[in-house]
């Protein structure tokens, strides 16, 4: 689904993050930034080896932070590197999360994105559970969009058809309670 606001729009859709046509992709990374499992391994491996070469430098990044790289071997011109909270480990997790989503797209309008996809963070090895965090992550964007000068499309990229179907009514009561369309 897709909802929309003064030429701002957030939509879901099933597929991977990978391989999204955007100007910008979210990393669920580590706090290592290294290859690992899951979303950061996808993406290192469809980036190919410049993108570890690029992050080992960064020094690392903290619960809640972002970071920027370029995209290499991805369709998206950046990746924005952002390590979400492990739930009921890193507290206040509700807090860190929305952190994560805030900043990585101030990080993205930063360097003059236009369209960003991002995963579920913190919803597989960091065990958030699906509805508690996309709770989270449509409040932070919906209060933070507002604010981006050339940010104007979000897109939520779930990896199964039941995590959308988690997130549309999430999404839905959000956004109408928050006058988008
Ligand atoms: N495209 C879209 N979504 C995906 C993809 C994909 N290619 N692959 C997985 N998902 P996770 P986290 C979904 O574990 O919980 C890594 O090992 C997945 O089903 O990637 O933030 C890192 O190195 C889930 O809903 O991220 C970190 O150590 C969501 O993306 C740690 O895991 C996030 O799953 C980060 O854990």
């Known amino acids: 689904m897709r909802v929309e606001r003064n030429g701002q729009s957030i939509e879901t859709c ?5 391989r999204q046509e955007v100007d910008a992709v979210v990393n669920a990374a580590n706090a290592q930034l290294a290859p690992g499992g899951g979303v950061a391994g996808a993406i290192h491996r469809a980036a190919g080896p410049e993108l570890w070469e690029a992050c080992r430098p960064l020094g690392g ?50 360097v003059a994105a236009r369209s960003i996809a ?9 065990g958030y559970p699906m509805e508690a965090a996309a709770e989270v992550a449509f409040r932070a ?9 050339s940010l104007r499309e979000v897109r939520m990229v779930l990896f199964a058809d039941a995590d ?8 839905r009561r959000l956004a109408s309670a928050a006058g988008w369309e």
């Open 14 to 18: 099933r597929g991977d993050i990978t």
């Open 118 to 126: 991002f995963p579920a963070l913190s919803t597989g090895a960091f």
């Open 61 to 110: 990044c903290g619960v809640g932070e972002a970071k920027v790289t370029d995209g290499f071997g991805l369709p998206a011109r950046k990746i924005v590197h952002t390590v979400g909270p492990v739930y009921a480990r890193d507290e206040p997790s509700a807090e860190l999360l929305a952190a994560s989503y805030r900043n990585s797209i101030a990080a993205a309008d930063g």
């Open 141 to 149: 964007l919906i209060e933070g969009l507002p604010g981006c000068a």
């Open 164 to 171: 959308v179907a988690v997130h549309d009514p999430v999404l």
